[in-house]
Each structure stands twice: as C-alpha cells, then as structure tokens.
C-alpha cells in the first residue's frame, strides 16, 4: 500500500520572532538600521545618515514621548529604511566642572 504524501505546504507560523523585526511605527516599512539621536543628521557624516543627495524623510512621529525620524537612504543604489529616534540631550549638572581641575 503506497501512501501518497501530500506535499506538505509552509505555513507561516507566527512567533515572536516577528516583533523583533524592527519596523517604522508609523508605514510599518521594516527599518535595517536604527539609532538614538540627539538631532538629526548629527554627528554629521557619519555612516548612518548616508549621503545628503541620497537621502529623504518618509515619515515623522511621535511614540512613547520619543520622536523619531524615518528615512530612505541610498546604499550601493538599494534604499535601506533607517529610523532615528532622537532623544534630546540630558541637562548635564555642574558636575563635570567640578572635575576640571
Ligand atoms: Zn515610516
């Protein structure tokens, strides 16, 4: 007696897993790359904003009092998705003055 196996089909099973994907809060655009600011594009230069002429905004908002910046920046001609969650900086006290000798 042969058993004809059904193929067996894929099926998605979702886990976890999945939230830990990032993704924009906002288009739910899944973000490759993510980083805590203190402005946007700044330290200017650096690897994470990509290039002026290669970058733009998608989206902007606002989520658990964190503003965050989405953008599409160009890599080797592929977009990646970045979010910048920029977090202004904390009051430093007198502290580091008194250090100073
Ligand atoms: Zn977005």
């Given at each position: 007696?042969?058993?004809k ?60 009092g ?9 890599v080797n ?12 900086p ?12």
């Amino acid at each position: 007696m042969k058993s004809k196996a059904k193929p067996t089909r894929p099926v998605e099973i979702v886990t976890d897993e999945t939230q830990h994907v990032p993704r924009c809060p906002q288009c739910r655009e899944p973000i490759a790359v993510q980083a805590t600011v203190e402005r946007f594009n700044e330290p200017y230069k650096w690897e994470f904003w990509g290039r002026p002429s290669e970058r733009w905004i998608k989206c902007q908002g606002n989520q658990g009092g964190h503003n965050y910046v989405h953008f599409v920046t160009l890599v080797n001609g592929a977009a990646s998705h970045r979010l910048a969650w920029v977090v202004a900086p904390r009051k430093t006290p007198y502290e580091q003055m008194e250090l100073m000798p």
